[in-house]
């Protein structure tokens, strides 16, 4: 999972190089898909960062506890264990949840047409 988001974020930041080059600047179409993919995947990329941080937090939090703090740093320490902990998790699932194979049709428009069926009560 963690290559995937990787490669997703590297994307990521090679279409914001590529869209600030001129001469793509001046291409309108070729601006516009980069454009689109970059906004397809940004949700995807903000969330891996704060999963990235929210990770690198929580490390950090566990060796302030191993160092030997106080008792007091040492409660508010365990604390923030616990909410970092809780958070991790909540973005481990959403990140496995937006890397699900996405429906090909989920994009598309659709006409729907309703109309008075004839009998039944």
């Known amino acids: 999972m963690l290559d995937r988001l990787e490669a997703v974020e590297q994307r990521f930041e090679e279409l914001n190089r590529?869209?600030?080059?001129?001469?793509?600047?001046?291409?309108?179409?070729?601006m516009?898909?980069?454009a689109k993919e970059q906004a397809g995947i940004s949700d995807l990329v903000s969330k891996y960062r704060e999963y990235k941080d929210v990770a690198r937090m929580l490390k950090e939090t566990r060796s302030m506890l191993d160092d030997g703090l106080d008792e007091e740093m040492t409660a508010l320490a365990k604390e923030e264990v616990v909410s970092l902990e809780t958070r991790f998790e909540g973005l481990t699932r959403d990140l496995e949840a937006a890397l699900a194979p996405r429906d090909e049709y989920a994009d598309k428009d659709?006409?729907?047409?309703?109309?008075?069926g004839a009998g039944g009560d």
């Open 110 to 116: 659709v006409i729907v047409e309703v109309r008075a």
């Open 18 to 30: 590529l869209m600030a080059q001129p001469e793509i600047a001046a291409d309108h179409q070729r």
């Open 32 to 34: 516009q898909g980069l």
